[in-house]
């Protein structure tokens, strides 16, 4: 019985290894198709984290689609508000409240979606009631509107690695942060939109974000509600306004002044850290 069991042994045995190779091949061909596997299984939670950091950006750009698509945005100018004055006038004799919390909440509206106009809103304040509330209006609106936006942006670039060069820019700015907050919040170049998507991007604190925005937006709006004050003879002799009005430099040259301050100690930090 024994040497006919052989050959059967033999034969088990050999197939025991075939299955044995099969089995090593296999997993070798499962590691290899593991990564790009993996990559196919996360690649749906990846853009499901992306669309739910890029949300409440979306929602604000779509606020400026509607201000543009429904025409509101375009009766944000001088001249359309010059029309409406009386008006305009009545309701901040009447309410003198609402129509306040009104224009700070116009402003802050669209500096939030990124785009230009709250400077006509600011001027308008100016023109209801004068200089320091305007500024304050000014302030009000500007804090609002930047906070939402630099909140949305700072949420989207969480987590994001930049490449290299611009990596060397964002390190160039945290060196000394608080200066060039300054710096871009005073600089009139600078408008509240851009600057508060730019400082989310550099990775600009919340405290030293919202001191910034507050000293600026006070300073701007209250010059800016000067302007409009000053203007409230040419809206109600129904001239026309010219936005380059706002750029004469007398009402510009403090501006770039306070800017020029704010980086001072940027610059002396330059200086300290040459060799």
């Given at each position: 019985m024994q040497p006919s069991q052989h050959p059967k042994d033999e034969a088990e045995s050999s197939a025991l290894a075939r299955a044995r190779a099969q089995l090593v091949c296999d997993a070798a061909e499962a590691r290899e198709l593991e990564p790009p596997v993996t990559?196919?299984?996360?690649?749906?939670?990846d853009l499901r984290t992306r669309l739910r950091r890029a949300l409440p950006l979306l929602v604000l750009l779509a606020g400026g689609a509607f201000l543009l698509a429904s025409g509101l945005y375009r009766e944000l100018s001088l001249d359309r508000l010059a029309d409406h004055?009386?008006?305009?006038?009545?309701?901040?004799?009447?309410?003198?409240?609402?129509?306040?919390?009104?224009?700070?909440?116009a402003a802050g509206g669209v500096i939030a979606t990124g785009l230009p106009g709250a400077l006509a809103v600011v001027v308008l304040s100016g023109v209801l009631f004068g200089t320091w509330l305007g500024g304050v209006i000014g302030m009000v609106g500007g804090l609002l509107g930047s906070s939402l936006l630099f909140g949305a942006s700072r949420y989207w670039f969480a987590g994001g690695q930049p490449p290299a060069l611009l990596?060397?820019?964002?390190?160039?700015?945290?060196?000394?942060?608080?200066?060039?907050?300054?710096?871009?919040?005073?600089?009139?170049?600078?408008?509240?939109?851009?600057?508060?998507?730019a400082l989310a991007w550099l990775g600009c604190r919340w405290p030293l974000f919202l001191a910034a925005t507050a000293i600026g937006a006070w300073f701007t709006g209250t010059v800016n509600a000067a302007v409009g004050a000053g203007l409230a003879h040419v809206i109600a002799s129904r001239q026309r306004i010219d936005i380059g009005l706002l750029s004469e430099p007398?009402?510009?040259?403090?501006?770039?002044?306070?800017?020029?301050?704010?980086?001072?100690?940027a610059l002396l930090g330059l200086r300290r850290g040459r060799p």
């Open positions: 990559a196919a299984a996360e690649l749906p939670r004055q009386q008006w305009l006038q009545a309701q901040a004799h009447a309410h003198p409240w609402s129509t306040m919390g009104g224009l700070a909440l990596a060397r820019v964002r390190d160039g700015y945290l060196r000394n942060p608080a200066s060039y907050t300054f710096f871009m919040r005073l600089l009139p170049v600078f408008p509240l939109g851009p600057f508060s998507v007398r009402l510009m040259l403090p501006l770039f002044l306070f800017a020029a301050l704010a980086l001072v100690p």
